[in-house]
């Protein structure tokens, strides 16, 4: 602060006298963006901003702090006065949050109208039944679901490899599943894999 009121020669006592609310300082600044080329920022500039954050950057940035400090950058390449910290924060979640509606928009655009239902199916519940032991969910005539998940390390039962053995599928007469997951596989495939992950049995399939 010494060294800019060198600088201006003005005192640096001065800088706590300053009227931040005055109409000097809208003078002032201004003064300063004409000196450096900039001008002030108007609502076509943030909507602008907004769409090229959420077209841009949203698909390959998750990082809130990396998008606000990319908005600052763009308005200083663009000799743009720079937005204030909570005007910068709020085009940042504008922008995700548009982001976000357009990327599911799309996403639901390429599913087939079976896939929807299926997926629709299983939000509301509709079509599901619980088999006679209780456990797991049935939509449409398929198992959709594993049936329990605890938590522990997996070991093999009698007869079971430790790790790597061979795959067990759906109703094989290996027997159910021990360990962590416990589940039936139906028609719509997957089956209980040999293969350990750090001695958890994994779903593949």
């Known amino acids: ?18 009227d931040w609310q005055s109409k000097a300082i809208q003078r002032h600044r201004g003064e300063i963006r004409a000196a450096y080329g900039f001008r002030a920022n108007t609502e076509e ?26 908005v600052v950058a763009r308005c200083r390449n663009d000799h743009i006065e720079p937005l204030a910290p909570g005007q910068v924060r709020r ?12 990327f599911s928009r799309s996403t639901l655009d390429r599913l087939s109208h079976t896939t929807r239902s299926r997926l629709e199916d299983l939000i509301a519940g509709d079509g599901t039944e619980h ?7 049935v939509a449409g005539g398929r198992a959709v679901a594993l ?11 009698p007869g079971e490899p430790a790790c790597g053995g061979e795959q067990a ?7 159910p599943a021990r ?20 001695g958890r049995r994994t779903w593949s399939g």
Not at 131 to 137: L, N, P, R, T, V
Request: hydrophobic share 40%.
């Open 1 to 18: 602060m010494e060294y800019v009121a060198q600088q201006v020669k003005v005192p640096a006592e001065a800088w706590a006298d300053y």
């Open 45 to 70: 500039d943030q909507d602008r901003l907004a769409a090229w954050l959420a077209t841009e950057l949203c698909p390959v940035e998750l990082s809130r702090d990396r998008l606000a400090a990319a």
């Open 91 to 102: 085009l940042v979640g504008k922008a995700i949050k548009d982001f976000e509606k357009r």
């Open 131 to 137: 088999g006679a032991d209780g456990e797991g969910a």
């Open 147 to 157: 049936h329990r998940v605890e938590d522990g390390p997996w070991r093999p039962g």
């Open 169 to 175: 599928g759906a109703g094989a007469a290996a027997g």
């Open 179 to 198: 360990g962590p997951v416990r589940g039936r596989v139906g028609e719509a495939g997957g089956r209980l894999a040999g293969p350990c992950v750090e």
